[in-house]
């Protein structure tokens, strides 16, 4: 089966690309299940209710996120409404919200899922690797095809969570740092891994954000509001080919994409 993970959704501009770039790479690819990193769906910081609404009206089928879930308030107000809109497993227990779902694909398929947030550079979370050893046990019993989302700062963490679960799932691709790493390769045991999937979003800009503010931020120390950028808006992430009988990956592929003017 073939997986489209698309790379972290910034702001309006990566919505719009989401929006009028997927049914194409579907049909193109065909593709039989999206996934999309959510965290930065709206205006750049969290999710709003109507956003994720309007990341499944576009053909997303499963939302991963990291830190960034909990920018808007309003979240923890409807975090679990949705079983498919995911916060990262290695949360402390009562957390609100999912760390993991199995849900079919188009071709009839189940798919397992798994957010993960790493601790280095970032906060101090339950160990992801215990948590996605636990997850994987839970999620076995119904979807041999299991892709794992590794939100993380440190590419040596995201390598780590790869090689530790090299054979026991289908992918682990990482995400975060917004900048798509040309890394994608097989994994001996068969699990596909790329440390960085990338943004879809605005690519003149400072990973999203307006190159002015972030400059600003950089030159003076001072904090600033951050505000998303608007121009040469891409769509990133990577295609996946799984062998849905033994849950082995037979190809990853990385995918970037423009907008039309």
Known sequence: MKILFIGDIVGKPGRHAVRELVPEIIS?????????????????FGVTRDVVEELYDSHIQVLTSGNHIWDKKEITEFAEDYETLLRPANYPAGTPGWGSVV??????????????????????????????????????????????????????????????????????????????????????????????????????????????LILERFLIQVPNRFVVAKDDVRLQGVILDIDEKSGKARDIRRLTMNVAA
């Open 28 to 44: 193109q690819y065909g593709i039989d299940f999206v996934i999309g990193n959510c965290e930065n769906a709206a205006a750049g």
């Open 103 to 212: 849900m079919a694909g188009s071709s009839g398929i189940h798919v397992g899922v798994i957010n993960l947030m790493g601790r280095v550079f970032m906060a101090p979370l339950d160990c992801p690797f215990r948590t996605a050893e636990k997850e994987i046990d839970k999620l076995r019993k119904r979807a041999k095809v299991i892709i794992v989302d590794i939100h993380a700062e440190a590419t040596s963490e995201k390598e780590a969570i790869g090689w530790f679960l090299d054979g026991r799932v289908s992918a682990v691709v990482g995400t975060h740092t917004h900048v798509q790493t040309a890394d994608e390769r097989i994994l001996p045991e068969g699990t596909a891994y790329i440390t960085d999937v990338g943004m879809t979003g605005p690519f003149n800009s400072i990973i999203g954000i307006r190159k002015d």
